[in-house]
């Protein structure tokens, strides 16, 4: 007897299936299709209807093989010079800026719609941003002139800086720096993911690539992992890109409408109580919607992100809608400590380059996606592609960002320590202060542990925050 089957590398969630099932047996839950076989009575409705054809029947799902499994015999070759996994904004800058030398590039995304789901809070600085691209409105939610941060009994310190935030509207600016890659020349493919490493010689020489039309075999003389967090590209290099539950902040955000907020500022939370070894945030996007989120550190055993932002949320905002749940985690370790391979590059969350302090990645990302682009074309031009050359993009990260990581690490360790009463008298010395800069608040806050000063020395000299 033939059952359905959903093949998920090609499933597009819309729910058809569910749509024609005469016995309520399928559901769509999100993004996760089940089906109760119990209750199944294999009419195949769903099959017919599907118009991808990802339902499929159990015969015809036992020829599929292992999720990871390709043919070889079968699969469609092609060859580019630069092969890009991951169209966030990590990847579109490397494709973007690879394409502008004269590579053929190709990207790829796994899933059907750049920039969605947005797993950000979507702040970024402005004078950042305007080095690597250039504004355009209709990605800019809301400008925002400074930030306030509270202490856990909710004395408020305020960083007055005129028009030095965005927040963003992620899913347009995803869509638009891709945009901008494909008219330097990139190719790009949705729903395209990656399965496996082609090897050659000892050297990553390109991917197979799992499309709705079969698997292709992607050749290129450089493949760079842009994947995010959950990065399969490096591991399957044998490079560890294990976090450990410390390592990582584990977030939650609503996106909340209908509420009264100041748009100016980007608000922080502090205290043990609120955001164990974390923050909770709220970011304006507009005049009454704010992304209102939390993170605390994935060691943090008793409860979720989400009962800590559910009591915040009923605590500091008591109203509005909620017309967005946001999940996921941040690394906070630092860089990997090996982001380069022959013929790989790693960029972005995938390789952990993460602020250790704020979590914060879309400039960092941004930054290392255009050395990245830039050192894959020298190391084509030159017909090299061995780490030995591209070792240039990791050195060139660290002298860039990468090296205050360090000290960041240790000046957020330090801080995770202090107790609620310290951060409340912390709060009270600073608010007598005149107005702040980002660095006379860190030097402030820290001016009684000389280990942690030493540590804003060093970033002090880098050039950090200047």
């Known amino acids: 007897m033939k059952y359905p089957f ?25 993004l996760h299709l089940n089906i109760d076989y119990q209750i199944c009575k294999n009419c195949l409705s769903c099959v017919k209807v599907c118009p991808l054809g990802a339902m499929q029947t159990s015969d015809q799902a036992l020829k599929n093989g292992k999720p990871r499994a390709w043919n070889s015999a079968i699969t469609k070759t092609l060859k580019y010079d630069v092969l890009v996994i991951g169209a966030g904004p990590a990847g579109s800058i490397a494709a973007k800026t690879a394409a502008e030398q004269g ?11 750049i920039g969605s789901p ?13 080095e690597l691209v250039d504004l355009d409105p209709k990605w800019i939610s809301t400008e925002i002139n400074g930030g306030r941060i509270y202490s856990p009994d909710g004395s408020c310190v305020t960083i007055e800086e005129p028009g030095s935030g965005l927040v ?37 020489s390109g991917a197979v690539i799992r499309r709705l039309d079969g698997d292709y075999a992607v050749h290129a003389k450089i493949v760079i992992a842009a994947d995010g967090v959950e990065s ?3 591991r399957w290099a044998g490079i560890s890109t294990y976090c450990k539950p410390d390592e990582v902040d584990t977030c939650a955000q609503y996106l909340i409408k209908g509420i009264s907020i100041n748009p100016n500022y980007c608000d922080f939370y502090l205290g043990h109580k609120i955001a164990p070894r974390g923050y909770a945030w709220i970011f304006p996007k507009g005049d009454d919607s704010a992304n209102v989120g939390i993170g605390i550190s994935g060691n943090i055993s008793n409860e979720s992100a989400i009962d800590y932002l559910n009591r915040f949320v009923e605590k500091k905002i008591g109203g509005g809608s909620i017309l967005a749940t946001i999940v996921g985690c941040v690394p906070v370790s630092g860089t990997l400590s090996e982001i380069v391979h022959d013929g790989l590059m790693i960029i972005g969350d995938a390789a952990h380059q993460n602020d250790p302090v704020s979590g914060g990645g879309i400039i960092n990302s941004m930054l290392a996606g255009n050395i990245a682009g830039e050192v894959a074309a020298k190391s084509i031009k030159k017909g090299d ?27 957020r ?32 806050a820290l001016r009684n542990d000389p280990k942690l000063l030493l540590e804003l020395r060093h970033l002090i000299s880098m050039g950090w925050a200047q």
């Not at 590579?103 to 719609?113: G, N, S």
């Not at 947005?118 to 941003?129: F, I, N, T």
């Not at 360790?413 to 951060?423: A, K, N, P, Q, Y």
């Open 232 to 234: 399969q590209v490096g």
């Open 6 to 30: 959903v093949n998920r590398d090609i499933c597009g969630y819309c729910g058809a299936c569910v749509s024609v099932c005469p016995e309520n047996a399928i559901e769509l839950i999100d």
């Open 168 to 204: 963003l509207e992620r899913k347009i600016f995803d869509r638009e720096l891709a945009a901008l890659s494909i008219r330097f020349g990139a190719e790009v493919w949705v729903k395209s993911r990656a399965i496996d490493l082609i090897r050659e010689n000892g050297c990553i």
């Open 103 to 113: 590579m053929k590039v190709l990207m790829v995304e796994k899933r059907q719609e």
């Open 118 to 130: 947005v797993r950000c809070a979507e702040g970024v600085s402005k004078r950042a941003l305007v």
């Open 385 to 411: 592609v061995s780490r030995a050359s591209l070792i240039e993009y990791e050195r060139r990260w660290h002298k860039q960002v990468g090296r205050t990581f360090r000290h960041l690490r240790v000046i």
């Open 413 to 444: 360790e330090g801080v995770l320590r202090f107790s609620d009463e310290t951060l409340n008298d912390l709060a009270r010395v600073l608010m007598k202060a005149r107005k702040l800069s980002l660095i006379e608040m860190f030097w402030t």
